[in-house]
């Protein structure tokens, strides 16, 4: 009898699922797709941004008062303005602001901002355009309640009062000659009895405005200083 051959030893299935578990572990994660990596880029990008623009609106100084010097922006009509903030001021007779018009609050004789140390002042509105405004409309009004007394005043105006009883009565007209086309300016005739600083009116047209100043009587010879200061002003606002 021949002997028997010893069996060939079979591999066990426990042994070679631990060799593969190991092979596996072995291997370097699989890379992300370029469509994946480049989303995963961007999403970081944003959040860093996210980061940067937070920090800097943290970082800012909150302003209570604009600065010195702000121009604040003004539309009358079609004309547009960039006005100082320092030159602005409102009416003290206005509670309100008025929309559609425009308030200075000018020094005399510099025309510049209004301080504690200014002793006369004007007090310009701007306004659009309105035809009850021209000089020729304003002169034509006044002239049906004028008295026929005429008299001259420094500064080569005309001088002329209101009859008793008329809507202007209390007022005198100053009017430059020879027709007042160039200034026609209304004045009380009791200035201590006014109730504003600058009691006497005056409104005239520069460039698609109606310009409106109240201003002291004592300076009403000055009204050519005045009107070219003022426009001076006007222009170098309108943009």
Known sequence: ????LPHEEQPHPAADLATMVRARLRRPAPALPRADLALAKAAFAIILLGLAATAAILALPRLKDPPAGTLQPARIG???LLIPRELTGVDPEDEVQVVGLARLRLSWPALGPVTEATGRRLLVTLSPQDKVNEPATQLSVYARFLTPTVWSNPGGLVVRGFRSGSPYAGDELY????DGRGFAARCPLDAGAASLEEPCRVTFRHRGLDVNIRFPRAIVADWGLMLGGVRRVIDGLIR
């Open 1 to 4: 009898m021949s002997a028997s």
């Open 78 to 80: 079609g004309v547009a």
């Open 175 to 178: 009017v430059s000659a020879p």
